[in-house]
């Protein structure tokens, strides 16, 4: 059965650094997003990515993050100076563009920031 | 803003028992309902839907209705096992659109153990 996989599964980082997580979505999949999930609290949604744009950001997605998909295959989130409160479980999902309330989600990468 | 609340957890039952994970949400408008699950080490993973008022949503034994008239979508189960120890989150999303993306709103989770 296809799946979303995220790589790493966990990463430390030293406050101010750039981190970029990396996901792969399943592959007849065209709408991608990210979600995250501070210890303790509700996951939140991030940014939703269609045809190389973001479709839809929340006020949490301001300037220091971004989202690519450098290839065929991989769909990243970048952080370009990391803060202490962006440490959090990142959770990629992917969907079909005709069925966007059906999403599948990766397994989440743990940041770490310290 | 649309929201979801879900109950406290852990909630722990032995096996064999009833499951009742209640959520109630806020929303304008007329959303889609969801209920994921989260084994250890997993990601989220769809357990059941519901796309408009009185829906009942199913999947593996898991049962939930949608009650626009309380905004509730409660989880329920008869007779829970072991293997559904996990966690459980109550979402929300509005049907896509052209100028819908169909995010998912979450309630923050509610973690089952069901011990033998």
Same mark, same amino acid.
């Given at each position: 059965?296809?799946?979303?996989?995220?790589?790493p599964?966990h990463?430390?980082t030293?406050?101010?650094?750039?981190?970029?997580?990396?996901?792969?979505?399943i592959?007849?999949?065209?709408?991608?997003?990210?979600?995250?999930?501070?210890?303790?609290? *509700?996951?939140e949604?991030?940014?939703?990515?269609?045809?190389?744009?973001?479709s839809?950001?929340?006020?949490?997605?301001?300037?220091?993050?971004?989202?690519?998909?450098?290839?065929?295959?991989?769909?990243?989130?970048?952080?370009?100076?990391?803060?202490?409160?962006?440490?959090?479980?990142?959770f990629?999902a992917?969907?079909?563009?005709?069925?966007?309330?059906?999403?599948?989600?990766?397994?989440g990468?743990?940041?770490t920031?310290? | 803003?649309?929201?979801?609340t879900?109950?406290?957890?852990?909630?722990?039952?032995?096996?064999?028992?009833?499951?009742?994970?209640?959520?109630?949400y806020?929303?304008?408008?007329?959303?889609?309902?969801?209920?994921?699950?989260?084994?250890?080490?997993?990601?989220?993973?769809?357990?059941?839907?519901?796309?408009?008022?009185?829906?009942?949503?199913?999947? *593996?034994?898991f049962?939930?209705?949608?009650?626009?008239e309380?905004?509730?979508?409660?989880?329920? *189960?008869?007779?829970?096992?072991?293997?559904?120890?996990?966690?459980?989150?109550?979402?929300?999303?509005?049907?896509?659109?052209?100028?819908?993306?169909?995010?998912?709103i979450?309630?923050?989770?509610?973690?089952?153990?069901?011990?033998?």
């Amino acid at each position: 059965e296809p799946e979303v996989t995220q790589t790493p599964s966990h990463q430390v980082t030293q406050m101010g650094q750039e981190v970029i997580l990396r996901c792969v979505p399943i592959s007849n999949h065209l709408y991608f997003y990210w979600y995250r999930q501070i210890l303790g609290q *509700k996951v939140e949604f991030l940014v939703s990515f269609y045809n190389n744009e973001i479709s839809e950001k929340s006020e949490i997605f301001d300037d220091q993050f971004s989202v690519e998909r450098p290839d065929g295959s991989n769909f990243t989130l970048k952080i370009r100076s990391t803060k202490l409160e962006d440490s959090a479980m990142y959770f990629c999902a992917s969907s079909e563009v005709g069925a966007r309330d059906e999403q599948f989600f990766g397994p989440g990468t743990r940041l770490t920031v310290l | 803003g649309d929201s979801v609340t879900q109950m406290e957890g852990p909630v722990t039952l032995s096996e064999e028992a009833f499951l009742t994970i209640n959520c109630t949400y806020t929303a304008t408008g007329y959303p889609s309902l969801f209920w994921y699950v989260q084994y250890p080490g997993e990601g989220l993973q769809l357990l059941l839907k519901a796309t408009k008022a009185d829906d009942k949503g199913s999947n *593996k034994g898991f049962e939930a209705t949608y009650r626009k008239e309380t905004t509730s979508f409660h989880l329920e *189960k008869g007779s829970v096992q072991v293997s559904d120890s996990a966690v459980y989150f109550c979402a929300l999303s509005f049907l896509p659109g052209s100028s819908n993306t169909g995010k998912l709103i979450f309630g923050q989770g509610t973690t089952l153990q069901v011990k033998p």
